[in-house]
């Protein structure tokens, strides 16, 4: 991807400025959390197992082979960041990605890796 056509469109098209320059700081800082949210490794498993899927905690923390508290305390990190989804239903707590944009970033985020 030539940086005309990358990045600096990239910024036009998804309306973060007008302008070829970086986005504006609160901007540069609310991503800076986002990225910080996908950089533990649990979390991202817990995303992945997410995808496409609803899930309790009880049946994420048997396909990742971890506690229901572990698993409980990084959903918590992911719902603070928007990145989840809850429902109840009586005592269980089920849980989906919150939006399209979840599964786009770690599809991108995979590809990228990837090809690597």
Excluded: W
Aim: contains cysteine.
């Amino acid at each position: 991807m030539s940086e005309n056509n990358g990045l600096k469109q990239g910024f036009r098209l998804q309306g973060l400025t007008g302008s070829p320059e970086s986005p504006p700081g609160e901007t540069v800082h609310r991503l800076a959390d986002l990225f910080k949210t996908f950089g533990d490794p649990t979390r991202i498993r817990i995303l992945t197992v997410l995808s496409g899927q609803e899930l309790c905690v009880c049946d994420i923390a048997d396909l990742l082979g971890m506690s229901q508290s572990a698993i409980s305390h990084q959903l918590g990190v992911l719902r603070q960041a928007g990145l989840v989804s809850f429902r109840r239903e009586g005592r269980t707590v089920f849980y989906s990605l919150a939006d399209r944009h979840v599964s786009m970033i770690l599809s991108q985020g995979l590809e990228h890796v990837n090809e690597g």
